[in-house]
């Protein structure tokens, strides 16, 4: 059984690979719409703002836990 420091400290770095993954899709989607000679499609648009707020959770969270919320 983890102790509480460990659980937590396993928490983090679950929550740290997450927004590694995210920033990285919201990346190659950036990339991929600067690519194009035009306006991106708003669903490219939409997903980019989506990522971005769910990178803004998760850092939330982490934050969160870093502090002892």
Same mark, same amino acid.
């Given at each position: 059984?983890?102790?509480? @420091?460990?659980?937590?400290?396993a928490l983090m770095q679950k929550l740290e690979a997450l927004l590694d993954r995210l920033k990285a899709h919201q990346r190659q989607l950036i990339l991929?719409?600067?690519e194009r000679d035009m306006l991106p499609p708003d669903s490219m648009l939409r997903r980019?703002?989506?990522?971005?707020?769910?990178?803004? @959770?998760v850092e939330a969270v982490a934050d969160e836990e870093r502090h002892g919320a």
């Open positions: 059984m983890e102790t509480g @420091a460990a659980a937590k400290g991929e719409a600067a980019i703002a989506e990522l971005e707020n769910v990178i803004a @959770a």
